[in-house]
């Protein structure tokens, strides 16, 4: 399968805990983004990644969140100090930006998300 | 964080029945996307559109994007049980330099087909 992958699928954890959760895009991907669903809505933006370099990152990002992308390949999002409000579904996406490529529509392509339940 | 207006929330139809849902935004989008989740899945795209005012089919789908900018609605015809999930709509704004393509999502259309 060379879609995007997400590791775990399902994480439970105690309040407080730290979880950390993988991404990998597909291979000659060179954006990828997270996004938060939680149940009965749809994705929020997160983060996003062009290459290793981190772009922008939503308010809903608070300073227990962090992102890593090292190596411009697979993505890792830590969550420390988990609370009961950060139970949801998180979601990697990967896409293809082409250098000079001024405007227009670019397909993301979702990975099957991690969905956290904290305790 | 800003989402869109979709609606109905959910619809419960027969196999057979046509089915209809629309996005709203107070803001305008370059492109319209609609996406389909399975559970435990990450959403599907279904429908890209890229042009005010376009119509695009894709087998029993078809979508429109609003001539705003900020509308879009989704048809399905002559639905059948595999058509079971939900589907969001959403908008993709980028920016002149082409930087930021992040999507904005609708709160999503629960479909339900009874056979």
């Known amino acids: 399968d060379t879609g995007v992958s997400q590791d775990p699928r399902h994480k439970i954890t105690k309040r407080g805990q730290n979880v950390t959760f993988r991404c990998d895009p597909i291979?000659?991907?060179?954006?990828l983004y997270w996004y938060r669903q939680t149940l009965g809505q749809g994705p929020e933006f997160l983060t996003y990644?062009?290459?290793?370099?981190?772009?922008?990152k939503s308010r809903l990002l608070s300073d227990r969140f962090s992102a890593e992308r090292p190596k411009g390949s697979f993505s890792t999002l830590e969550i420390q100090r988990t609370e009961q409000g950060d139970s949801a579904m998180y979601l990697c996406?990967?896409?293809?930006?082409?250098?000079?490529?001024?405007?227009?529509?670019?397909?993301?392509?979702f990975g099957p998300g991690t969905r956290l339940t904290v305790l | 964080g800003q989402q869109l207006n979709q609606s109905p929330q959910s619809m419960f139809i027969q196999e057979g029945e046509d089915v209809s849902m629309n996005c709203t935004s107070s803001s305008i989008f370059n492109t319209w996307l609609w996406y389909k989740q399975d559970p435990g899945e990450g959403p599907v795209l279904l429908i890209a559109?890229?042009?005010?005012?376009e119509l695009t089919s894709n087998g029993r789908l078809t979508a429109q994007f609003g001539i705003t900018r900020k509308d879009s609605f989704l048809n399905i015809s002559a639905s059948i049980p595999s058509d079971v999930g939900i589907y969001f709509c959403?908008?993709?704004?980028?920016?002149?330099?082409?930087?930021?393509?992040?999507?904005?999502f609708g709160k999503g259309t629960l479909l339900t087909v009874n056979p």
């Open positions: 291979s000659e991907h060179n954006r």
């Open positions: 996406a990967s896409s293809l930006v082409r250098l000079m490529e001024a405007s227009g529509y670019n397909e993301q392509f």
């Open positions: 959403a908008g993709q704004l980028s920016d002149s330099g082409g930087s930021n393509y992040k999507l904005t």
């Open positions: 559109l890229y042009k005010a005012g």
């Open positions: 990644f062009q290459n290793e370099a981190q772009l922008e």
